[in-house]
């Protein structure tokens, strides 16, 4: 059998812990695909939190338990997924809260979910179905106007929760994120690991939960949390962009190279215009493809080899020359427009061609065969 291993940060949850352990495993029996673990992650809680859990893992060996220092949700998150990655052997990680505010009910729903091929399962307050009946107006709006902004600030696909504490997430999918980049220490660390999974090609898929409020202990988000939230945002749109803007540095550098090496040629070695211009085309796309491949790139496990991609970085060149060209004579013949600035337009084109074949073609990565898919929508429940 499988594991799903269940990741409980605590900080001063001895009382909800006590309750909600024996409630995640009164699930198991409809869970017959994987064995549930449960590794509780707890910060050295003062209130005894880590001897309630403890005295339950004496008769449990299902339950586990790191301490720590307090660093925050996401610094717990990071430690915990890695203790469950290098010792429990997980084919599934989830997060939850243990305040009791995340059903177990919904755990059964969640693993049949990643069975049937969903790499990433979010616990929805704001999907179609969701709710959050205690929120005060403040809270609710505070949530909703975050996930706008994750989504049209970060770019984030159209997930209604991007901030949900409730998921389930493939341990293949978790492996192949870079959670050191996840530098965020707080409750934002939910949006940049949410990031990170769909960067990584998660399979997503949406269902309503109804987050109810607290009954005992108090929440630990605070006003540096939501600091921290607004900058990750920042972080988010510049990770997303940093491809593309290296992509164009490094082109501008590959004109300079090719303008250098026709002046070189023509001017200083004699040799016809007919042979500088080839010469110092091919030098510069090679010297592109190889910065692109040490810079751009690096992080890309691309599928194809070294020759490959180089093949494949001319082909991609050919193509964007060909719209470049194909641009120019449209506006400055065809239109009749200003040729310099006709060109230009061309360019910017073929920059866009270039990047577009060369990160989806030539440096492809190698990956799951969920690539590709999009966020989904359960119907709400029936309950
Ligand atoms: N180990 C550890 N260290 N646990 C922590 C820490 C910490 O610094 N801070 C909070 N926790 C634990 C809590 O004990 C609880 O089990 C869980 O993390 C959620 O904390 P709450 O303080 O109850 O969060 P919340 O209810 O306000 O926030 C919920 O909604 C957020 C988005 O609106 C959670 O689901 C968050 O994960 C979510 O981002
Ligand atoms: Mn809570």
């Known amino acids: 059998m499988q594991r799903a291993v269940i990741v409980l940060p605590t900080y001063n949850e001895a009382e909800n812990v006590a309750v909600l352990l024996p409630r995640i495993f009164a699930r198991q029996e409809e869970i017959p695909s994987h064995e549930l673990h449960v590794l509780v992650v707890d910060d050295s809680s003062p209130d005894g939190t880590a001897d309630v859990v403890r005295a339950m893992m004496a008769d449990n060996p299902n339950i586990h338990l790191i301490s720590g220092r307090k660093k925050g949700l996401g610094e717990a998150y990071k430690r915990g997924f890695r203790h469950a990655l290098d010792t429990l052997d997980p084919d599934l990680i989830l997060e939850m809260d243990a305040d009791l505010q995340h059903d177990p009910a919904m755990l059964p729903v969640f693993i049949d979910l990643a069975r049937h091929g969903f790499s990433l399962v979010i616990g929805s307050r704001f999907a179609l179905g969701g709710s959050t009946p205690n929120f005060s107006l403040r809270r609710r709006a505070i949530s909703l106007l975050g996930n706008w902004m994750l989504r049209f600030m970060g770019g984030l696909p159209p997930i209604r929760d991007c901030t949900s504490g409730f998921r389930c997430i493939k341990a293949d999918l978790i492996r192949k994120c870079d959670l050191s980049f996840l530098s965020t220490k707080g409750y934002s660390f939910q949006s940049s690991l949410l990031f990170e999974l769909i960067r990584n090609q998660a399979r997503v898929i949406e269902v309503p939960i109804v987050f109810p ?10 006003f540096a949390d939501q600091s921290e939230f607004l900058l990750n945002i920042f972080k988010i749109r510049f990770r997303k962009s940093e491809e593309f803007l290296t992509f164009s540095a490094v082109g501008a550098s590959g004109v300079v190279v090719n303008l250098g ?23 510069s796309i090679i010297w592109n493809f190889l910065l692109n491949n040490v810079l751009t ?41 200003w040729d310099i600035g006709s060109n230009l ?25 969920s690539c590709g898919d999009r966020a989904g929508q359960l119907p709400p429940q029936s309950s």
């Open 297 to 337: 790139f690096r992080k890309r496990a691309s599928e194809a080899s070294f020759r490959t991609r180089f093949i494949r970085f001319h082909v991609v060149a050919g193509i964007a020359g060909v719209v470049n060209y194909a641009i120019l004579l449209l506006l400055a013949r065809g239109l009749g427009l």
């Open 261 to 283: 090496i026709y002046t070189l040629l023509t001017r200083s070695v004699g040799a016809p215009l007919e042979i500088a211009s080839p010469v110092a085309i091919e030098l």
């Open 345 to 369: 337009v061309g360019i910017g084109f073929g920059v866009l061609v270039n990047y577009f074949l060369n990160s989806r073609w030539t440096w492809r990565e190698s990956c799951i065969p």
């Open 213 to 222: 409020d607290r009954i005992s202990g108090k929440s630990k988000l605070s």
